[in-house]
């Protein structure tokens, strides 16, 4: 049985990709901060067939997550699966130097995701087998207004992500970044502004284990999204910085 460690997996995403690995038989490894969370996730799934165990950790704690990573591969085995799912970033307008707002972002969506890489990646390189992931965003493909520090740190870990691929290029590992679009969880549930596309955590999940179990080292969804990104990304800076410069402020 293949085993799977998500970060984040209390709510949102982690949480409802865990159910759905676990269901195509999966062994599943959940990490977040809230224990009572994770518990429940964990009888939940274990409830229905399945396989499951959970640590707390912080993932901006370095020593803690790989605690986590050990404790979990004792309990299931050895972990076939990274996805690096925990993130978050509030908006904030540059005009008010958010400086530790930027930096709370930085640290758990950067720094978070290189941790549990580390926590990780050791027993994969020497047994020449494994598989990382990290749930990036949509947003990292360009600069949103009020988003600088999310869009900023989901365009740097897709590119680590990148980076990491072509290192472990031969060395029996593969490398997915995950660039969702709006999914209906409890971070997009405090935005104000409209959110075209949303899809739910459930639809998510699916795509997601489907592109995963591909071992394709993109998944981008929704299409629609997907493809207003795309397009997106080609768009002058000028004509950019005057349609995003009239959204509301923050």
């Not at 020593?63 to 085995?77: F, K, Q």
């Not at 950067?110 to 990382?132: F, K, N, T």
């Not at 949303?198 to 394709?216: F, K, M, V, W, Y």
Request: a positive charge.
């Amino acid at each position: 049985m293949p085993v799977a460690l998500i970060t984040g997996a209390s709510t949102g995403i982690g949480n409802a990709l865990a159910k759905e690995l676990a269901r195509r038989g999966w062994a599943v490894g959940v990490v977040a901060r809230r224990g009572e969370l994770l518990a429940a996730l964990a009888e939940e799934i274990r409830a229905k067939g399945g396989k499951a165990a959970w640590a707390v950790a912080d993932v901006t704690d370095r020593t803690a997550i790989r605690s986590a990573a050990v404790a979990i591969a004792g309990e299931l085995g050895a972990i076939d699966l990274l996805v690096a799912n925990a993130g978050a970033g509030d908006p904030a307008r540059a005009h008010k130097v958010p400086v530790e707002a930027w930096i709370g972002t930085l640290r758990l969506n950067v720094d978070g995701v290189i941790y549990s890489v580390a926590a990780v990646l050791p027993e994969m390189v020497e047994r020449r087998s494994g598989h990382l992931s990290v749930v990036s965003s949509v947003a990292g493909f360009r600069g949103l207004p009020g988003m600088a520090a999310y869009s900023g740190s989901k365009a740097c870990i897709t590119t680590f992500f990148e980076s990491l691929r072509v290192d472990l290029r031969g060395r029996g590992i593969t490398v997915t970044a995950i660039h969702p679009g709006f999914i209906a969880t409890p971070l997009t549930a405090k935005n104000k502004a409209p959110m075209p596309f949303l899809i739910s955590a459930e639809q998510a999940a699916t795509i997601i284990a489907n592109g995963l179990e591909a071992r394709r080292s993109d998944i981008t969804f929704p299409w629609q999204m997907k493809l207003l990104m795309g397009l997106a990304k080609r768009v002058p800076n000028w004509l950019w910085d005057r349609v995003l410069g009239r959204v509301p402020g923050v």
